[in-house]
């Protein structure tokens, strides 16, 4: 704090002790020394506060962050489970979703397609076999006497 040297501190003594006199000298060298104690006390404590205050700061920080980090992942997973949610809702029922007046005839004009490509496959009969061809593929071949029963 204060830089006093060996000289220093003798003049302040020397005057020190021809102002007081020698008997009340001890007396009040013990006195400042109380004061010098306290005085140190008050600094000491002052600082400790001070860093005490910094450690909460940084602590209450360091928590509103895990706070908020928790609170996002939290959120996170409540998004991936409502996702999850939608997707199995999804697989499970792909008819469910509304359709339009076009989707619907659209849908119809698939199914008459398909059904009209089943009556045009053409069967090619032999003495021992029966072929379904449809479009060039080969879809079964029967035995006359199975196709009886």
Do not use: C
């Amino acid at each position: 704090m204060f830089d006093f040297g060996f000289w220093e501190i003798s003049i302040i003594a020397i005057i020190t002790l021809i102002v007081v006199g020698p008997d009340k000298m001890p007396a009040l060298a013990r006195k400042a020394g109380l004061y010098v104690g306290k005085f140190n006390k008050f600094v000491r404590k002052i600082k400790t506060d001070i860093n005490d205050e910094l450690q909460v700061d940084e602590l209450k920080e360091q928590l509103s962050i895990k706070d908020e980090k928790s609170t996002l992942s939290q959120v996170l997973g409540d998004v991936k489970t409502s996702v999850d949610k939608y997707k199995q809702e999804i697989k499970k029922s792909p008819e469910s979703t509304p359709q339009t007046k076009d989707d619907l005839k659209e849908n119809r004009v698939a199914e008459k397609n398909e059904k009209e490509n089943i009556i045009e496959a053409k069967f090619e009969a032999t003495d021992d076999t029966v072929t379904v061809i449809d479009d060039g593929i080969e879809i079964a071949t029967e035995h006359p006497r199975d196709l009886r029963d």
